[in-house]
Every structure is written in structure tokens, then in C-alpha cells.
């Protein structure tokens, strides 16, 4: 998919310097909301850690793997292993949903 609110020289740069404290604010947050929840359901405390723990794989060897395929010019790699990241992330999203929801339903 081609940037549209960048040109491509500069998206690229900038998403590459982004991804790396997003991921650690991901990694952070989640770990703080599982610390913080354990007391009162350790069920979604554990589903916060898994996000925590998961991320850093992503974080250190996914987003590496992207970057190197996007500057070896290998776009079936990088395709594929971004779709992964996406698929990641959209399960984070959907954990951390199903346990607020946990949480506001009492």
C-alpha cells in the first residue's frame, strides 16, 4: 500500500523510528495494567502479560525483520512478515478489549 499523507522517503523513515517507542509503550502499558489488575482478576492480568510478553518478540526480532526486507527491496517478505505484525497487533487490541470489558462488566 503506498503512503498518502507522506511522500514515500519520508513515511518510511519516520514509521521506522515510531514503531520501536510504540512498542515499548505497548509493552509498558500492559505490563503497568496487569501489575495493577492482578488483585482483582488474574485472569486479565494474565491476558495484559501475554500482551507485555509478546510484544517484545515483535518489537525485537518481527520490526528488524521488516525493516531489512523493506531496504533489501524484498516486498513478498515484507508483505508477508508486516501482515504478521498487523495480525499481532489486532489480537492486542482485541485481548486488551476483552478485558476491559471484563473489567467494566464487573
Known amino acids: 500500500m503506498p503512503f498518502t499523507a507522506l511522500?514515500?522517503?519520508?513515511?518510511?523513515?519516520?514509521?521506522?523510528?515510531?514503531?520501536?517507542?510504540?512498542?515499548?509503550?505497548?509493552?509498558?502499558s500492559a505490563a503497568l495494567a496487569a501489575a495493577t489488575l492482578a488483585r482483582h482478576d488474574g485472569t486479565?492480568?494474565?491476558w495484559?502479560?501475554?500482551?507485555?510478553v509478546t510484544t517484545l518478540p515483535t518489537r525485537q526480532i518481527l520490526m528488524p525483520a521488516i525493516?531489512?526486507?523493506t531496504v533489501q527491496g524484498r516486498k513478498a517478505?515484507?508483505?508477508v512478515l508486516h501482515?504478521?505484525?498487523?495480525?499481532i497487533?489486532?489480537?492486542h487490541i482485541l485481548m486488551a478489549g476483552h478485558v476491559l470489558a471484563r473489567f467494566l462488566n464487573g
Open 7 to 28: 511522500p514515500p522517503d519520508v513515511a518510511g523513515p519516520t514509521i521506522r523510528r515510531a514503531f520501536p517507542h510504540f512498542y515499548l509503550f505497548v509493552m509498558a
Open 83 to 87: 501482515g504478521l505484525s498487523v495480525v
Open 89 to 91: 497487533t489486532l489480537a
Open 77 to 79: 517478505r515484507f508483505r
Open 44 to 46: 486479565g492480568a494474565a
Open 67 to 69: 525493516n531489512r526486507a
Open 48 to 52: 495484559l502479560a501475554l500482551i507485555a
